[in-house]
């Protein structure tokens, strides 16, 4: 009897469609699970792979940190990824290179009817500090520059870019120290080409069409000049005091010196040479020379409508937060840093830790400028039509106000280089960084 039911059970042919079903079921599922959790892991792969590539590059321009604020830049992240275990490690070489390896464990849907419940998932990247560049002109490096630096860290609306505000520097950063409520503002119909604008705050207010390149929360730079830039003996006697220079279109020529309340009136060219210069007025479209050295401009002088100021191998020292020159109308300056020396690569500059005080430029057209104008305790506002070509500049200020102006320039030596910690030197090179995997 049971011989024959077996025989039966196996001859049997109904239900063969459900036990087909059955025994291929497990498979196709299978097949089908596989394809869409292959989809999922791709997608948290390549999300792991830019996390660890933005974590080596934040991490490798930050000296002497660059594995911790890696790492700690990916742990920030990681949260964002669905996988259980995200970890990532790095290590700094001695080429500069910083390397970082990430790991992670996805957990399956479908493919568990397969006994797959979880998929493994890794990802390297490393990122280089690179030195000079080939070229023997810094300027032809591809970025890596701070060329401007603003660093008050407290002071509302530090950078305030105002409609038709122009900057054209694409090699270069803004560095905005400022963690106030707002650290800047930036208005519409602003053009600011440039690498990117780092704010060490995180309160920055956009108005109008387009997408500034701001990173708030950012490692903005320390002033690495601070009490590195030569001491300036400012001479305690004029030579000429209380003088008026009443030219009547002739031409005036300064003997060295220094001068001390002094008008120069309708002057065709003036001649100056390097020293002291305290309240100065050039009025007329004068034409304004300065030798090659050290001008020391105390107290306020002024430099009126229609003038042009021009000069190599200059530089200008502002001895107190009272000094300065204002530049009024229109204006054009033509100067350029001494190449070697004491003062090398320094256009403007003075000693930290004034008190804070405003220095305006009013239209201040078709200038063209080459150095650095180091003036940390300053409050730099440039008005409308003061275009400007920069050549090899570095602006270090307290705060800056743009208005309808425009400025075209590229890095100078004294850029600071990201990742090197470095900035007074007169040899030092713009650096670059980038991804190498």
Request: charged fraction near 15%.
């Amino acid at each position: 009897m049971f011989l024959r039911r077996l025989a039966a059970f196996f001859t049997d042919r109904r239900g063969n469609v459900g036990i087909i079903f059955g025994l291929t079921a497990v498979p196709a599922i299978g097949v089908v699970g596989a394809g869409i959790d292959f989809a999922r892991a791709n997608h948290e792969r390549a999300a792991m792979q830019s996390m660890l590539d933005s974590a080596v590059l934040a991490g490798v321009t930050a000296a002497g940190k660059e594995a911790t604020t890696a790492k700690a830049f990916f742990d920030a992240q990681a949260a964002g990824l669905n996988l259980t275990d995200a970890n990532a490690s790095f290590t700094m070489g001695a080429d500069s290179t910083l390397s970082g390896t990430a790991t992670g464990t996805m957990e399956t849907t479908l493919l568990g009817v397969m006994h797959i419940t979880t998929v493994e998932l890794g990802a390297n990247a490393a990122a280089k500090v690179y030195g000079a560049p080939a070229s023997s002109d810094p300027a032809s490096d591809v970025g890596g520059k701070v060329c401007i630096l603003l660093v008050d860290p407290n002071a509302s609306q530090s950078f305030l870019a105002n409609g038709g505000a122009k900057i054209t520097a694409p090699d270069c950063e803004i560095h905005v120290r400022s963690t106030a409520n707002p650290a800047a503002i930036i208005n519409g119909s602003t053009d600011l080409n440039v690498q990117k604008i780092c704010v060490k705050g995180s309160k920055v207010i956009t108005n109008g069409s387009g997408k500034p390149p701001v990173e708030t929360d950012c490692a903005a730079l320390d002033d690495p000049y601070a009490g590195k830039l030569p001491t300036v003996a400012v001479p305690a006697n004029c030579t000429v005091s209380n003088a008026n220079y009443n030219a009547n279109g002739a031409d005036v020529d300064l003997p060295s010196g220094n001068y001390c309340n002094v008008n120069i009136n309708g002057a065709r060219n003036v001649t100056m040479r390097p020293g002291l210069f305290q309240n100065i007025i050039f009025n007329g479209s004068t034409s304004i020379a300065m030798a090659p050295g050290l001008y020391v401009f105390k107290n306020s002088s002024v430099v009126n409508s229609g003038s042009v100021m021009k000069g190599t191998g200059v530089s200008i020292y502002f001895p107190d937060a009272n000094s300065k020159i204002q530049f009024n109308g229109d204006v054009t300056l033509n100067l350029s840093a001494p190449t070697g020396g004491d003062y090398a690569g320094v256009l403007f500059f003075e000693p930290t830790g004034l008190s804070k005080s405003s220095l305006v430029f009013n239209s201040t057209d078709k200038s063209v400028i080459t150095g650095m104008m180091y003036l940390p305790s300053r409050n730099v506002t440039f008005n409308s039509v003061s275009n400007i070509t920069a050549h090899k500049v570095m602006l270090v200020y307290n705060t800056m106000i743009l208005n309808a102006s425009g400025w075209s320039f590229s890095g100078s030596d004294k850029a600071i280089a990201l990742g090197s910690g470095a900035g007074e030197g007169d040899t030092e090179v713009p650096r670059r960084v980038a991804l190498v995997h």
